[in-house]
């Protein structure tokens, strides 16, 4: 392919594209091909950027609610009207199936904007009983400043616009950097933003990595806060490099999600949710179950029936919109998903469908991708690195029980606290079982159901500080106590 058959992508700074000296390659998950190059910027570029930023912080954050509203809004109609193109770009970008794209990231991306533009509208403050020691006392949220966003590449536009939404909503100015390996939907993203009437600087998108990118908006002194979704190991790095500046921080991050299911849970739902729990956008989903624990009276039916219903979960080419899962995102995170399937054979576990077990058959041109069937196993001890550690992919591990306690004490025993799934009819149970639960959220008898207005994040290795509704308002400002003598 020569040169000009790729898609360039440049930075948006100061509300103009500027090309970068300096280009990587990214590649199409589902050939293994690169198709495009993205701006390897580097602390120059993060600094004309937190400049643009901080320029444009004084006007953008004296405008009122309703009128940082109007501009929200209008950028959720242009990224609907371009729904489709979004939908196509993400696909090929992540290697996630066309229908995943179309039904969850882009309308999610396009409604972060517009449940921050109406909520924006109705927040309120506290103000105490004016003879309190004949003072009143009330409390006012300001905006911070320059926001550092730095997203991760398993749902690009989705997450950045998790964070970008709140941040301006709130009047703060952003630099965000999304992942290297998913840049163009956020590239799309800041061809709307003049017509939807951002004025220049108050949303700027770098690219590139994190070691030169995002540790440079990390350890830029003129970005007091940080909203983060990725790794656990990446975080403890922002960690230390913002340490010295004592920066706001918000750390969304990895999860090792257990499922519960009881022996009077409802069979047929519960396989379904199952499978779209574990498999999901190829595993490749913060919140994904991997490790399922079931009661042992119905365990050998359950094991069953969820190979059977994991084996109808169709993997292939992302864009034809009867296939459930893609391509994973890199050859080298397909490497380490598979990596896993080796280890819990070295162990002696048993491995039910998918990798090494089913063939997948794919057309030509995608026989350099990175695809991997959804793969069950069970025999796997709780100690093992498989039911330890976050493998970001289409494999999760199936495991009997006796006992509610006995389970809980085995889902709370990793080092993760972000999400977990109770299966049962006994509402008694699941209320005293989710209270228990070491996790940020608990579904029960349901998976992935979002209310925006509810905090999201983990606990534990999974996470400092939650996002949604008031939660995000609360990061995304500071909170002024302000005391009148009468
Ligand atoms: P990652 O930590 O490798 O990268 C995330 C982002 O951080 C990328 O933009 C990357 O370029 C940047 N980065 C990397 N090193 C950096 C550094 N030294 N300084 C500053 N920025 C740096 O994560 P990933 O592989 O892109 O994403 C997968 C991880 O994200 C998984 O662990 C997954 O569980 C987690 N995740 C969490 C949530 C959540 O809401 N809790 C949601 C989605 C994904």
């Not at 990224?79 to 193109?85: D, V, W």
């Amino acid at each position: 392919m020569s040169k000009d058959k790729y898609l360039v992508l440049e930075n948006y700074i100061g509300g103009k594209f500027v090309p970068c000296s300096k280009l990587m390659d990214s590649f199409n998950p589902s050939t293994g091909e690169v198709y495009c190059k993205v701006p390897d910027s580097g602390p120059e570029e993060v600094d004309a950027a937190v400049r643009a930023a901080k320029e444009a912080f004084p006007d953008w954050s004296a405008k009122s609610p309703a009128e940082r509203s109007k501009v929200l809004n209008k950028l959720a109609d242009l990224i609907e009207a371009r729904l489709e193109e979004f939908v196509q770009a993400e696909s090929k970008d992540q290697g996630k199936t066309i229908t995943f794209a179309r039904n969850v990231d882009i309308p999610r991306s396009a409604y972060n904007f517009r449940f921050f533009a109406s909520s924006v509208l109705h927040h309120t403050n506290d103000c105490s009983q004016m003879d309190h020691m004949g003072c009143l006392n009330y409390t006012v949220r300001c905006p911070v400043g320059v926001a550092g966003l730095i997203s991760p590449w398993n749902l690009p536009l989705y997450l950045l616009t998790w964070k970008i939404a709140p941040a301006v909503a709130a009047g703060n100015t952003v630099v965000a950097k999304p992942s290297e390996m998913t840049s163009v939907t956020a590239w799309m993203m800041c061809q709307l933003l003049e017509e939807a009437g951002f004025p220049p600087g108050v949303i700027n998108v770098v690219f590139g990595t994190g070691p030169r990118a995002g540790d440079a908006l990390v350890s830029h002194p003129d970005v007091p806060l940080i909203s983060f979704t990725g790794s656990t190991a990446t975080a403890r790095l922002i960690t230390e490099r913002s340490a010295p500046y004592c920066k706001k921080l918000s750390l969304e991050l990895g999860g090792k999600n257990p499922a519960i299911i009881f022996a009077d849970a409802d069979m047929e739902e519960c396989i379904s949710t199952t499978v779209r729990s574990s498999f999901s956008n190829q595993g490749e989903i913060c919140l994904c179950s991997s490790r399922i624990f079931v009661e042992r009276s119905i365990y050998p039916e359950f094991l069953a029936r969820f190979v059977e219903a994991a084996r109808r979960w169709k993997t292939g080419v992302p864009s034809d919109p009867s296939n459930d899962n893609g391509a994973l995102i890199s050859k080298e995170h397909l490497q380490k998903v598979k990596g896993y399937v080796a280890l819990a054979l070295e162990e002696g576990a048993q491995v039910h469908c998918g990798e090494g077990v089913d063939k997948l058959i794919l057309p030509q041109q995608n026989a350099g991708g990175y695809f991997m069937l959804p793969t069950i196993i069970s025999g796997v001890k709780d100690s093992s690195a498989l039911m330890q550690e976050e493998i970001f992919g289409p494999v999760t591990c199936v495991t009997p029980f006796d006992e509610e306690e006995e389970v809980i004490s085995r889902a709370n025993g990793v080092r993760y606290g972000l999400s977990a799934t109770v299966w049962s009819r006994d509402v008694g149970r699941v209320h005293r079982v989710a209270r228990k639960l070491q996790a940020g959220l608990v579904w029960t008898n349901c998976w992935l159901v979002r209310d925006l207005n509810l905090p999201f994040g983990g606990m534990k290795n999974s996470g400092i500080g939650r996002e949604g509704g008031k939660d995000s308002y609360h990061f995304f400002t500071e909170v002024k106590s302000i005391t009148i003598k009468h």
